[in-house]
């Protein structure tokens, strides 16, 4: 068991930020860590890591309880924070010698910076300041940074957050590449981002985990039982006429030709059937699956 949390509570003063949360991380597993702003991840995430106790509970990582403050569980964890702190007037190799210093790499050192600078892409940027680069490579350095002591668990809180749509995937593909030798805590706000990279989802809401679960999975969670067919047709139709059909709840246009179908079984054999009987040639029919955002609004609104 890579992390083990057990029954934590953090409270600020008066408010609770956790309120007795309990989760596992096995082994090679990469789990996305949700919930919207305020519900206690970022938190969470530091507790794992060390930089905040938690009020009551237990948190163990690779076996060893953080609480004991151990420098040797630290060395397992990689950590890369939601405000990436670097050194901008240092130079990328630079700063990077200097955090496999902190690590008290030893003779491995020279050999750790430069894997780390070829794994995450940084080796035609390794000579620059960090100040003059792009967001997207700031972020490589900071994965860099956590992966030098070659960690067992991977700690990301919103690795991607202020990226362009280009630095997005490339910093998801290195995740991903790092995640099959890695266990990996990874914190969005991008619900994509869990669906390629995550095999399960935790979900926590005001400092409490409402939901566990495989993310190929996820639809078991929804709470909306209705159906949503797209249809698409070569002439426009008279909506109307189409809701004659029992089973149809809306009818929404999305252009000319097609729409989207809410229903509360599956129609899709009836639409043909109709289809047919008033002369309309169909291009697609599809029903379509609860997506992992739709599950997350309805989970946590």
Not at 82 to 97: A, Q, R, S
Request: charged letters at 25%.
């Amino acid at each position: 068991m890579s992390i083990s949390v057990s029954q934590v509570t953090r409270t600020f003063g008066t408010q609770k930020a956790l309120n007795n949360v309990s989760f596992e991380i096995n082994s090679g597993e990469v789990v996305g860590f949700l919930g919207p702003n305020g519900a206690g991840k970022s938190t969470m995430m530091k507790i794992i890591t060390g930089y905040l106790p938690q009020t009551a509970g237990t948190v163990k990582v690779c076996g060893m309880d953080v609480s004991d403050n151990s420098l040797d569980y630290r060395k397992r964890i990689g950590y890369l924070p939601e405000h990436n702190p670097l050194y901008l007037d240092m130079y990328v190799k630079e700063y990077l010698k200097h955090i496999a210093g902190i690590y008290k790499l030893g003779r491995t050192s020279k050999t750790k910076v430069e894997e780390a600078i070829d794994l995450t892409g940084l080796r035609p940027e390794c000579k620059k300041k960090i100040g003059s680069l792009s967001k997207g490579y700031r972020q490589r350095v900071g994965l860099a940074q956590a992966l030098l002591p070659d960690p067992e668990v991977l700690i990301l809180d919103e690795p991607t957050t202020g990226l362009d749509p280009n630095q997005i995937i490339e910093v998801r593909e290195l995740i991903k590449k790092v995640g099959q030798h890695k266990t990996i805590m990874l914190s969005t706000h991008i619900m994509q981002e869990v669906q390629a990279i995550c095999e399960r989802v935790i979900i926590i809401k005001k400092g409490e985990i409402i939901a566990n679960e495989k993310a190929n999975n996820l639809s078991s969670l929804s709470t909306d039982n209705n159906y949503i067919i797209k249809c698409e047709f070569t002439k426009p139709i008279n909506p109307d006429d189409l809701r004659k059909i029992n089973s149809i709840l809306n009818i929404d246009p999305i252009s000319e030709y097609k729409y989207i179908i809410s229903t509360t079984s599956d129609i899709r054999e009836d639409i043909f059937d109709w289809s047919v009987s008033n002369n309309h040639k169909i291009l697609t029919l599809t029903l379509e699956q609860q997506n992992i955002e739709t599950i997350f609004r309805q989970l946590t609104q």
